[in-house]
């Protein structure tokens, strides 16, 4: 990247959509469109996933990079990806499977499990499964209570409840149901919560780790887009030996899903000092109260440097089909 100029470049930052994050997505690419232009970008555009004319806009815009600023269905899936690599063109974050992977939960945690990295045990409920009371009773006899029932792919605490009694477990999986086919009922791990955000392509490396304190039963929506510093304790309070095992356990998710740019892995720090994995997100939130932004501040990369950085690292993926590379020796 010696030669070239990525401040040149003109970006796309894709934001909305149609999931049920489209205004923290939004929220997320006016918040990069404006880091992009301090980092020194001279030519970015917000386009909106969901507008009539998002398609001639992003074809006919003369874009050399797409910045996906998108959250849930249609942005972190995989299905944006593959507009961008149908069009050839060069974008920020993890591909298509590593996408898709990341977000069908119960096909990442076989990914995590063939890595070594601990899962919560668990069942996965498919979408035709019917919900017997032998069934519900079965779930509750081998995990045991509390329970969290989760959709198999959502994000954002979307569709998330802990089971406390018994009689809870039915509706709960319902409403997982409504935010997808897939469900998965999983042991309430209790400990620390971390989240360990990863940079890079081929050498990923670990930021800070970001304890997370709520007062909460869970890392739920109220709380995620509070305040950082009322939640976020960077760097984690934990023995430096669980410390470097956390941030290791997320490098290897990131390696094992296929993940690029950068991926946020979550994890529950048992009294034994086992870093349990959750779920890897890779797109992780890019707003003043977001996770991986407060912990790259901390690590010495400040917002408008951490985008451009993005940057950097879609191009580097594409460096051998960029046809329209700008470099400093252009006019």
């Not at 849930?72 to 069009?87: A, F, H, N, S, T």
């Not at 018994?166 to 997808?180: T, V």
């Not at 739920?220 to 305040?227: A, I």
Request: aromatic share 6%; charged share 25%; hydrophobic share 35%.
């Amino acid at each position: 990247m010696s030669s070239t100029d990525v401040t040149r470049y003109k970006v796309a930052v894709l934001a909305g959509g149609w999931s049920d994050e489209r205004e923290i997505s939004l929220e997320t690419g006016r918040a990069v469109e404006t880091a992009l232009h301090e980092a020194g970008f001279e030519s970015v555009e917000l386009l909106d996933v969901a507008s009539d004319s998002f398609l001639s806009d992003f074809s006919n815009g003369g874009f050399d990079v797409a910045f996906i600023a998108m959250h849930g269905r249609y942005g972190e899936d995989g299905c944006v990806q593959g507009l961008c690599e149908i069009m050839h063109m060069p974008y920020t974050f993890s591909g298509v499977l590593a996408s898709a992977l990341a977000t069908e939960k119960d096909a990442a945690k076989v990914m995590y499990r063939n890595a070594g990295i601990p899962t919560p045990e668990g069942v996965d409920i498919e979408a035709d499964d019917e919900l017997t009371e032998e069934l519900l009773d079965e779930i509750v006899e081998k995990y045991g209570l509390p329970l969290f029932v989760k959709p198999a792919c959502n994000g954002s605490s979307y569709g998330i409840t802990k089971v406390t009694e018994r009689a809870q477990l039915d509706a709960a999986i319902e409403k997982a149901r409504e935010e997808g086919d897939n469900v998965l009922v999983e042991t309430c791990v209790v400990g620390t919560e971390i989240t360990v955000p990863v940079i890079g392509n081929d050498d990923p490396q670990a930021l800070p780790i970001v304890e997370i304190v709520t007062g909460a039963d869970f890392y739920d929506l109220k709380v995620k887009y509070e305040p950082s510093s009322l939640h976020h304790v960077i760097p984690a309070r934990l023995e430096s030996g669980v410390y470097a095992k956390a941030q290791k356990y997320a490098v290897k998710a990131h390696e094992a899903l296929g993940c690029r740019g950068c991926s946020r892995s979550d994890f529950i720090v048992t009294e034994d000092g086992t870093p349990v994995i959750l779920e890897t997100n890779t797109i992780p939130g890019m707003t003043p109260a977001s996770l991986l932004p407060d912990s790259a501040r901390h690590g010495g990369i400040e917002f408008p440097d951490l985008c451009k950085r993005f940057i950097e690292l879609a191009l580097e993926e594409k460096a051998g089909d960029e046809p329209s590379a700008k470099t400093d020796e252009e006019d």
